[in-house]
């Protein structure tokens, strides 16, 4: 079949609107074409208003859509969630589905409409339901996230107008949030549901907005206390009917689909579509080496991060024959083009038809079709893909394997069918496709009676985790009997591809269903299936404890279901089925995921207080609509500027090394390349001497900047950068953890410590010591907009305006002043909003600034620079990993009293912010706990690993941990529970702090009562006891943990902060301060803070941006006190503005402000005024131990509650509940936004979220899909979040406190009541209570620390190379790893994969 050398023209539409794709580019994806392309939009009129007869008119439109957002590229974070709509050509029906832009290539939507966010609604025009019912739930804070959860709530709507429950948590599975702890995104999503009923306390029998005389706590018996954020009376109703319908026009191609072969030829890429199935078949033989493209969500990532390159992709998604579902009596064939959204609805569809017995594979594959990926790549990847990609994780190969699915292929030959078998997966060629075939559909046979057929997954979180393992099995029966006729069992994630083991099968063939037979298999399992050490999805160990503990799972499965089978048949042999006591029940449930509920409650303003006065109130943050219609300007989405280019940047390959040389003679030669930046260009300073912009002769470690290419485009200088060759010689030592710093003795900065007391005295006189150790893995901040900048070089005076995404525009601008040697009145650094920065955009931004600077002075353009997420995730660093080491000395009723601390951080390459993290780490480490006797030392590693920075909560997450390790250490000693040893403990009085500090903890005990009370603690730890008694293989886990939180700085001068507030003469007021909009809603609550100073409502006032110009030399938005220091320099500025217009408002005390602001400006009274506030006094003398280091302390308290998985490690969240001390809040629905999505991210530090490195020293873990961050199913099932009511502090802003950070630490709550029912298994296994506590508790963790039979067993065959290949950084020395093949290291190790040009 002849290519034709002309591309044809891609039509689909957008928003409505025609788009027609004269130079389609196969490599172009939706996403950048969204936001790059400024797309010449058709729109068709039927009606012309000036003439009566019908007539077409054309209206041509250019537009950018940048609603869509990027944050990883990978089809993991939903960010650039949008819609598609495709008219099916089976049922007729316009199927409407949830994808993610930066998977879709834009030629795969010929006949397509994409509807955006900027199609659903806007501000300017008509809001959706859905963009308001968000954005007025406070489901937004930086927003980032908001336009892909619209998308996929929208197009849930769309398909289910009340859509279930369920449905709700299916369809935002897929899109993460960093900042709000989802649990706002979800009561915003409830409105629609159906049984959404309002009740929020499930389970307890009574309902939350009754409090009523039960609620024994203080905060239920207020009746100035809320529970509603927003009101949901005030929301538009949904009108289905208003939606935008299918194009007409698409209607008509659809209904008579070209059979033409259509070609989109890109610069190095053929699209071929062919419109017949004869076609495709020939194209197949023609280009036998050209893949077929479906989903691309297996291709498109192996394109875009392997460096695969297929020069020619055919498309048969216009084959109708490979949608074709087939229903017969032994079973079904599913059409390999089918989406796996598709075969979850076939299957779902034939269960509900056919008897039980007959669907036992179909069940078992829509278990996991409900946790496969999201419901984007759900609705993109199909089964064919799915399976002939082979995926060793793949979670439906091994069910399809063990159910005997068959293959039906067909080329231009015939057709024929294989096995879906072992070898087909291992890809032996006998029993392979051949390179002419394709898969026209997978033939899946009913199962039947006696046949039993299960599926089993275990994976980092429950939804949109890969598996570390999982597995199909399959047993069928004699009839009548338990003797096993046949047996399958397939793993994945156990090595290069799905594993059958056949032999172990074939060897318990004729066996009884009994213990011996389980005994025999597990040991011939174990024997049979060998895990490499580089199986990725943890260690072999865990993996080889999975393998016995889901067949183990299964036994107990068929057991209980050959019972229930076997009743009416007489017992053959007089055999007994065995028992299974109903302790071990518990070992068969799974844990379904469940739409959180709870109450948030908080005081109520004063009756008196003025209406139009917003503070105290739960105003929706200023930009929450915005955030929702996509309307939000965020970086990068501020329209490319005339001339602008784009820079990337090459980083190092080595951890330690000597740059011999740089050659980049071949980059400079591809097309589009204008320039490569190199420390050379630099005209000022290069950063300092010990923390380089850009690494001269030396690099420290891998991801240390090298160069930048400058080009037209990012993909030209990406291209570019493969091309650079750099040549290394390594250097030793190569220190990557601390055990290896403390080794080498390898320190940033000296020791810091606190000490009170004779703690060596105090040792000698307890009744117990015990020691231990604690490791807290690091934490990416993985802020969904990555680190962005825009550099536009003037043309007068070297003037420079810098659009950054930063926490601190003043240290930006500096830093460029430095580098360019320009002073900093010609740097204006501007920031509207940062979509999310945690710590992770202070210091890094003025890096990047730098670079683009040097780049656009020396290239003379502007220079647009925004990083990859891989990129960011490998350069930026985050949270110090910790190692802590404690001696407790305690009497045996639980008094503490001595203890000894010893931490190391892990602080990568250069100082950053080591040493203040760890003199913020030994200020905070006692937290609530009084102790005579106590020595606190810390110290920051200096390690080959990329620095490490600020993270929210700055070592306190990290360094507190080891303190309530060490109290639940000593409940465990002394045989009662650590809420007990907290409570005996905790200060209790005024007192001082071991630096001698003087504070009030009644904050801090009420915090805790209420705790207790709100939660019913104490009932409910009884209740924990009991489940645990009657549960052998779940165990439930509860513990409270309290925190006393330190706010601020510790200097004065970093408290200062400035403000400009200008009234214009139409009484509009323009206000602008030093903090940053990083989500946190410091906007929202300026603008509330001068409505009250200036006793205007807040529509009067606006915040534009923050910019150098007109607040200079600011202080970082950062320490939780940005709020409260801006705060007190707008009020400052509101009040001398107030007081200059007193005279007139005396004279005119009726008049209308606009009336007061004319009479002003006649009598030439400034409009303008300066607002400062000096800050509050901070102070540390190191040398002597003692200072004023913190304004003031936030007291809160956290009671989790949560089940394991004893067999898999898996863990539920049944509830927390929250109380925190806020003071007076300036805006609870802000600050309760703070403390649930501080809380989430915590949990995820604790739980989720590891970071893995190559022994060499390369991050692994960079991007969503290997770096679990908590999805909206991880949010506790009860969420309550109190502010403790009636609490004062004169000190701040109104009496309110800031709350950024602290909710980071009460995550810790769940990591302690996981260790808690790990303790609950140990104790009932007889196995030592104390053991190593290690954050975070992931499911590998739970499994191995719940030791039993099978954990042992897992000793029983030797390994060839049970080596892990990932190191953690916290604590491992480099250990000697096994082999890695060659395919798994181009796979799994990112220096090889792309740019990291070593010429070696
Ligand atoms: C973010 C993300 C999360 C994921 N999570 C999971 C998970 O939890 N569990 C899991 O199992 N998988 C997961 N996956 C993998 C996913 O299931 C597969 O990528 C997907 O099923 C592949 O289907 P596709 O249509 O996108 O294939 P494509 O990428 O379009 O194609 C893949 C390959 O299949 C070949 N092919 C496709 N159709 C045919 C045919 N009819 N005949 C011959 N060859 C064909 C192509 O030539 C190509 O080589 C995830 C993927 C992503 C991107
Ligand atoms: S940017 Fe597309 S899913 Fe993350
Ligand atoms: S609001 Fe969701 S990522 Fe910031």
């Not at 649990?183 to 999503?189: D, H, N, V, Y």
């Not at 200036?1094 to 200079?1112: F, G, W």
């Not at 007139?1144 to 002003?1160: F, S, V």
Request: hydrophobic fraction near 35%.
């Amino acid at each position: 079949m002849p290519c034709p050398s002309r591309s044809d023209e891609l039509v689909f539409f957008v928003n409505g609107r025609k788009v027609i794709e004269r130079n389609a580019d196969p490599e172009v994806t939706l996403l950048s074409f969204l936001r790059k392309n400024w797309i010449l939009l058709v729109r068709v009129l039927a009606r012309s208003v000036f003439a009566l007869k019908l007539r077409l008119a054309v209206i041509m439109k250019l537009m950018r859509l940048t609603g869509t957002k990027y944050a990883c590229g990978r089809g993991g974070c939903g960010a650039c969630t949008v819609m598609v709509s495709k008219r099916d050509p089976t049922s007729q029906e316009i199927r409407h589905f949830s994808v993610t832009a930066c998977l879709v290539p834009i030629c795969s939507l010929y006949g397509a409409a994409v509807t955006t966010v900027e199609g659903v609604g806007s501000i300017k025009t008509r809001l959706h339901p859905v963009q308001e019912r968000i954005a007025k739930s406070h489901g937004t804070q930086c927003g980032f996230c908001a336009p892909g959860m619209v998308m996929s709530l929208y197009t849930l709507l769309r398909n289910h107008p009340q859509p279930s429950e369920e449905h709700l948590l299916e369809a935002l599975g897929g899109n993460l949030c960093r900042c709000t702890g989802y649990r706002p995104i979800l009561a915003s999503g409830k409105t629609f549901c159906l049984e959404s009923n309002g009740c929020q306390q499930k389970g307890t029998g009574k309902c939350c907005l009754d409090l009523g005389e039960d609620d024994s706590s203080s905060l239920g018996r207020k009746s100035d206390i809320c529970t509603e954020l927003f009101v949901k009376e005030e929301f538009q109703p949904l009108d289905p009917t208003q939606e935008l319908i299918f194009p007409p026009e698409l209607l008509r191609m659809a209904e008579n689909p070209e059979k033409r072969t259509l070609t989109f030829h890109g610069e190095r890429v053929t699209w071929i579509s062919p419109g017949t199935f004869k076609d495709l078949l020939e194209l197949k033989a023609k280009y036998p080496e050209a893949p077929l493209i479906l989903g691309n969500t297996s291709l498109g990532p192996a394109m875009r991060s392997k460096g695969h390159f297929h020069p020619i992709l055919l498309s048969p998604a216009r084959i109708s024959e490979l949608n074709v579902v087939s229903k017969t009596n032994d079973g079904l064939t599913i059409g390999a083009g089918c989406s796996l959204a598709q075969v979850k609805d076939i299957l779902a569809e034939r269960v509900s038809e056919l008897p039980e017995e007959k669907t036992q594979t179909y069940r078992a594959l829509l278990k996991h079709l409900k946790s496969l990926a999201s419901q984007q790549i759900r609705n993109m990847a199909s089964l064919g893909g799915h399976v002939i990609s082979r995926h060793s994780y793949s979670d439906l190969n091994p069910i399809l394997a063990v159910g005997n699915a068959t293959l039906n292929l067909t080329s231009e030959e015939g057709t024929r069918q294989i096995p879906l078998s072992e070898h087909f997966l291992a890809g032996l060629a006998s029993a392979d496709l051949k390179p002419e075939e394709v898969l026209e559909s997978v033939y899946i046979p009913h199962s039947q009676k006696w046949e039993f057929v299960s599926a089993f997954r275990q994976a980092q979180c429950q939804q949109n985790a890969l598996p570390d393992v999982n597995a199909g099995m399959r047993v069928l029966f004699k009839e009548g009997t338990d003797i096993i006729e046949d047996l399958s069992i397939t793993y994945g994630g156990v090595g290069a591809a799905t594993v059958r083991a056949h032999k172990s099968c074939q060897q318990l063939l004729g066996r009884h269903w009994d213990e011996l037979m389980l005994d025999e298999a597990c040991r011939r399992l174990l024997d049979e299936v060998s895990i490499p050490g580089w199986a990725p999805g943890g260690r072999v160990e865990f993996k080889r404890t999975l393998i016995v503990s889901f067949f183990f799972k299964f036994y107990l499965q068929v057991l209980q279901e050959l019972k229930s089978l076997v009743k009416p048949f007489p017992v053959p042999n007089n055999r007994r089925y065995p028992e299974i006591s109903d302790r071990f029940l518990s070992a068969l449930e799974d844990f379904p995921g469940t739409v959180s509920q709870g109450v948030q409650r908080y005081q109520s303003v004063d009756s008196h207080q003025p209406l139009q006065d917003p503070v105290g109130r739960p105003i929706m943050h200023l930009s929450g609509l915005k955030h929702t219609t996509g309307e939000a300007e965020f970086c990068d989405d501020i329209p490319v500027v005339d001339k602008e280019l784009c820079m990337v940047l090459v980083t190092s390959a080595k951890a330690h090394a000597k740059i011999i040389s740089i050659d980049l003679s071949e980059a400079l030669e591809i097309p589009g390349v204008v320039d490569v930046i190199t420390a050379k260009d630099i005209p000022g300073t290069n950063g300092t001497e010990d923390d380089k912009l850009l690494a001269v002769d030396e690099v420290l470690c891998v991801g240390q900047i090298i160069c930048a290419v400058v080009a037209e485009t990012d993909v030209q200088a990406k291209r570019a950068i493969e091309k650079i060759k750099i040549t290394y010689e390594e250097l030793e030592p190569i220190i990557l953890t601390i055990e290896d710093a403390i080794k080498h003795n390898s320190f940033l900065c000296p020791e810091r410590k606190l000490e009170q007391g004779n703690i060596e005295e105090a040792f000698e006189k307890v009744d117990q010591i015990v020691e231990g150790e604690v490791h807290v893995g690091g934490q990416e901040h993985f802020y969904m907009e990555t680190q962005t900048v825009l550099v536009i070089p003037k043309t007068e005076d070297k003037e420079l305006d810098i659009y950054v995404s930063s926490q601190d525009p003043a240290h930006v601008q500096k830093t460029v002043s430095s580098t360019l040697n320009i002073p900093s009145n010609r740097i204006t650094c501007h920031v509207k909003r940062v979509g999310g920065g945690f710590g992770g955009k202070i210091g890094r931004p003025a890096v990047f600034g730098a670079i683009a600077a040097v780049g656009a002075l020396k290239t003379g353009h502007p220079i647009r620079l925004v990083l990859d997420r891989e990129d960011d995730m490998l350069i930026t660093g985050g949270r110090h990993p910790l190692f802590g080491k404690y001696k407790v000395g305690f009497m045996n009723n639980g008094r503490i009293k001595a203890l000894d601390i010893e931490c190391f951080i892990n602080g990568g390459c250069t100082l950053d912010d080591s040493e203040l993290v760890t003199e913020f780490l030994i200020l905070k480490l006692e937290n609530a706990y009084k102790i005579r006797n106590l020595r606190f030392r810390g110290r920051a590693c200096l390690t080959n690993l990329p620095s490490n920075t600020a993270f929210r909560g700055f070592g306190f997450p990290q360094g507190t941990l080891v303190t309530e390790s060490c109290i639940t250490a000593v409940a465990a000693k002394c045989g009662l529970p650590p809420e007990k040893i907290r409570e005996k403990n905790m200060y209790r009085t005024v007192d001082k702090t071991i630096y001698k500090q003087a504070f009030n903890p009644e904050n801090l005990i009420r915090c805790w009562n209420e705790c207790l009370d709100t939660s019913s603690f104490h009932n409910r730890r009884m209740q924990v006891e009991e489940f645990n008694k009657k549960n052998y293989w779940k165990k439930r886990g509860i513990a409270v943990i309290p925190m006393k939180f330190s706010v601020g700085f510790v200097a004065t001068s970093y408290h200062q902060a400035a403000a400009l507030v200008h009234i214009y003469t139409d009484g509009s007021v323009l206000v602008t301060h030093g903090g940053n909009e990083l989500g946190q809603g410091i906007h929202t609550k300026m603008l509330q803070v001068a409505s009250r100073e200036l006793k205007i409502p807040m529509s009067y006032l606006h915040i534009c941006e923050t910019s150098t110009a007109t607040v200079p030399n600011t202080i970082a938005t950062a320490a939780s006190i940005g709020a409260d220091t801006n705060g007190r320099a707008v009020q400052n500025a509101c009040q001398i503005l107030l007081k200059r217009l007193e005279p007139i408002i005396k004279k005119n005390p009726e008049g209308a402000w606009e009336e007061w602001i004319e009479a002003a400006f006649e009598q030439r009274i400034s409009l303008s005024a300066t607002g400062y506030f000096r800050g509050y006094k901070a102070f540390m003398d190191w040398e002597k131990g003692e200072g004023d280091p913190f304004p003031y302390y936030v007291y809160g308290a956290a009671c989790s509650e949560v089940e394991i998985d004893c067999l898999t490690g898996a863990h539920k969240k049944i509830r927390t509940d929250i109380v925190m001390d806020a003071c007076c809040s300036l805006n609870p629905a802000i600050d309760i936004g703070q403390v649930e999505g501080a809380f989430i991210q915590g949990m995820g530090l604790y739980t989720t979220e590891e970071l893995k490195y190559s022994p060499e020293g390369v991050l692994y873990s960079r991007g969503p899909d290997e770096y679990k961050i908590p999805t909206i199913s991880d949010v506790p099932e009860e969420f309550n979040v109190s502010l403790l009511p009636s609490s004062q502090t004169p000190l701040t802003l109104y009496s309110s406190k800031g709350l950024g950070e602290s909710g980071m630490f009460l995550g810790s709550s769940v990591f302690f009541a996981i260790t808690d029912a790990v303790a609950a298994a140990r104790k009932e296994r007889d196995i030592a209570e104390d053991f190593t506590v290690r954050s975070p508790a992931t499911p590998e963790w739970v499994r191995m620390a719940c030791a039993d039979r099978f954990t042992e067993m897992r000793w029983s065959a030797p390994q060839a190379d049970p080596q892990p290949i990932a190191l953690s950084i916290e604590r491992i020395p480099i250990v000697c790893l096994g082999p890695v093949p060659p395919q798994m290291v181009k796979a799994r190790d990112p220096a090889l994969l792309h740019r990291r040009n070593s010429s070696g």
